[in-house]
């Protein structure tokens, strides 16, 4: 497990952040069997709804179970079964990481760095994950590299913040590896090791992370850190687009459009640059079509998302996954 005790020192006196906060799916045994009328399955389960389990959490909670505390912040965060109420979904999460829950002091974290519920407090946020990366929590671990890459709520140390992101990625957190990756192939604020970031996207794409999967695809595009080649590069870029990452769809269909690397295919081409445009890339959509959102993929390198928050898709608004997590 990551611990800030196990890299270096100066790590200890900060504490770090990143990205939204969460829909939540139900109650641990939200399922729960009843006996079943007669011709039903004897096993039949009955689902509580969000209201029964935000009830459910709130007796929990003020019996002083840290999880349901949190559970239920998550509840108020998002207006599940109950109306939505971030300022107490704070205040909940605060008393859910006091009493012992990691996810919880992520979470805080998170609200505290955007502002939800709370005044917008980033040296605070850095508290928050530093303690929930203490207690084990790899998501609040990668906030806390991700903060310290960046400068948010305190000095931007770049070498500190690739010590803790290497560490999470040990531990099994792919969007880690493609955050320490990141900041490895832009040489930022440490040597410049571009074998090194391409072993570590291989090692995210691997444990299921689309961008460390096109940014491996945009590594083999440029021959940076790999031999330079099209037809590998469309390899990486098929995973990443199997996975919902639009950016590499639309490069992928401009290589199957120019025969690039892959036979020539008009049709999967365009089959590919309409799900890029229908995933939110507007460069990919036609005239007049228009996606959700504008990234850019027209002509565009696979590998360019450069920042160390380039987590895949991962971080920015709500629901994304370093959200507060789900109960």
Request: hydrophobic share 40%; glycine share 18%.
């Amino acid at each position: 497990m990551v611990r800030r005790s196990s890299v270096p020192g100066s790590m200890r006196a900060l504490t770090a952040p990143v990205v939204a906060v969460v829909a939540l799916a139900a109650l641990a045994g939200a399922c729960k069997k009843k006996a079943a009328p007669a011709g039903d399955d004897a096993g039949a389960r009955v689902r509580i709804t969000a209201a029964e389990a935000a009830a459910a959490f709130e007796a929990a909670c003020e019996e002083g179970d840290a999880e349901s505390c949190r559970n239920l912040g998550v509840l108020l965060f998002e207006g599940s079964g109950v109306p939505a109420d971030p300022a107490r979904a704070s205040a909940l999460h605060e008393r859910a990481c006091e009493g012992g829950s990691a996810a919880a002091c992520n979470n805080l974290g998170l609200m505290l760095l955007q502002g939800h519920g709370v005044d917008p407090d980033p040296a605070r946020a850095r508290r928050w994950f530093g303690r929930a990366c203490d207690g084990g929590n790899l998501f609040g671990c990668r906030n806390l590299g991700l903060a310290i890459a960046r400068g948010d709520g305190g000095p931007r140390e770049p070498a500190v913040a690739l010590s803790i992101l290497r560490a999470a990625c040990d531990d099994g957190l792919s969007l880690a590896c493609t955050n320490a990756a990141t900041i490895l192939a832009a040489g930022d604020g440490v040597p410049r090791d571009a074998v090194a970031a391409v072993k570590l996207w291989h090692r995210a794409c691997d444990g299921g992370d689309p961008a460390g999967c096109r940014l491996l695809g945009g590594a083999y595009l440029r021959g940076d850190g790999v031999p330079q080649g099209a037809a590998a590069a469309a390899v990486w870029l098929e995973r990443a687009c199997a996975r919902n990452d639009g950016f590499a769809c639309g490069v992928l269909g401009e290589l199957y459009r120019d025969g690039k690397g892959v036979t020539r295919d008009e049709a999967k081409a365009q089959r590919l640059l309409a799900r890029a445009c229908a995933l939110g890339e507007v460069a990919a959509c036609p005239p007049g079509g228009g996606g959700d959102d504008g990234g850019a993929s027209g002509g565009g390198d696979a590998g360019a998302a450069a920042g160390p928050a380039d987590g895949g898709a991962s971080g920015g608004g709500p629901g994304g996954p370093d959200a507060p997590d789900a109960p």
